[in-house]
């Protein structure tokens, strides 16, 4: 669905990065924007995790890599599988400022269906036996329910897919990624890319291209939906990046 790209929204993060770029406290700017425009829920969750300052989407740019072969890989777990879940489910995902893949993340912790999170299970593992990679280790957030199941079956799924690497329950995988400095890192989650000390894979969207077709499209462009067919346009992928434009102090 797409119909949160609308006139107020476009107008609505044109002040947002405005604000940001003047330090304004996101939350505060957030709401303040929101309420202007007023903003759904949807919409303002997609801004807040959708656009960062200038300052901070150059620093975060300056760490992706597009490159896995030969190096070791840490991964957040959740963060990827849930967003590789989110769109197989139809469910809101976008491009960022800085050049991430999200979803909207009103849900997260929530698994409504586990045959579309083993589904997503799939699809990472398939792009990462592809990939070159040394080594592997997914880290789940152990206070997540049902981390012990989806621990031991993961487990199952990468020793049978041939992937050198382990499963790590932890009790926050941002505390475990953070301390990385040996390898690449794999999330979207803003906080742990500004506080990384090594290069970021944006592994939920090298795997779904892998395995989908997905156009990336300007958010003012044309809004088009397609069913989840394997090597088919999938569900629209937006991306904010063009329409944030720096206002004219006047």
């Not at 300056?62 to 030969?70: F, Q, T």
């Not at 809101?92 to 912790?109: C, H, P």
């Not at 939920?204 to 067919?229: C, V």
Request: charged share 25%.
């Amino acid at each position: 669905m797409t119909d949160w790209i609308n006139e107020s929204f476009q107008d609505a993060s044109k002040d947002y990065f405005f604000l940001l770029n003047k330090e304004y406290p996101e939350t505060t700017t957030l709401k303040l924007v929101g309420d202007r425009y007023r903003l759904t829920g949807l919409q303002r969750n997609i801004l807040f995790r959708g656009i960062t300052s200038r300052e901070k989407t150059a620093s975060r740019k300056a760490k992706i890599s597009g490159d896995l072969k030969n190096k070791k890989l840490y991964v957040d777990g959740y963060n990827v599988l849930f967003t590789i879940m989110n769109y197989l489910l139809g469910k809101t995902i976008f491009i960022g400022s800085d050049g991430m893949l999200r979803d909207a993340g009103a849900a997260y912790g929530t698994i409504e269906d586990e045959t579309f999170f083993y589904k997503a299970v799939d699809v990472l593992f398939d792009f990462i036996k592809k990939s070159g990679v040394q080594a592997v280790v997914i880290y789940l957030d152990g206070p997540m329910p049902g981390s012990a199941s989806h621990s031991k079956e993961l487990e199952k799924k990468m020793t049978g897919a041939g992937i050198a690497g382990k499963i790590v329950r932890a009790k926050t995988a941002d505390g475990e990624l953070i301390k990385i400095n040996d390898g690449i890192i794999a999330t979207s989650d803003s906080g742990i890319i500004d506080a990384a000390g090594c290069k970021v894979f944006d592994l939920a969207r090298n795997a779904l291209e892998a395995n989908y077709r997905i156009n990336a499209h300007e958010l003012m462009g044309p809004a088009k939906h397609a069913k989840h067919t394997k090597r088919k346009t999938g569900p629209q992928i937006t991306r904010i990046t063009r329409i944030i434009e720096t206002k004219e102090t006047t």
